[in-house]
């Protein structure tokens, strides 16, 4: 797998990735289905970045998906647990 093709297949999970974070930066609760949905999601966007380092050193590329999954790590391990409404 190179570079390009990892971007192609991940870009769409990714901007997913980012949406429902944005969701929970403006204070919307989310069901439990899409609290599933980031799990997966943050877990793809990990090894994603894995994949990148290995690939590329383009900090552009690195930089996204290394924010990427520090936002998702600090929702995913309760870091923002006060902000969720079921």
Known sequence: MDIDHLIAAGNPEWER??????????????????????????????????????????????GRLNALAGRAYRVVHGQRRGRWRW
């Open 17 to 62: 990735l980012d949406a429902l974070l944005a969701r929970i930066d403006a204070g919307y609760g989310f069901d439990r289905r899409q609290l599933a949905e980031l799990v997966a999601l943050y877990r793809r966007v990990a090894d994603d970045l894995l994949r990148a380092r290995l690939l590329t050193a383009n900090p552009e590329i690195l």
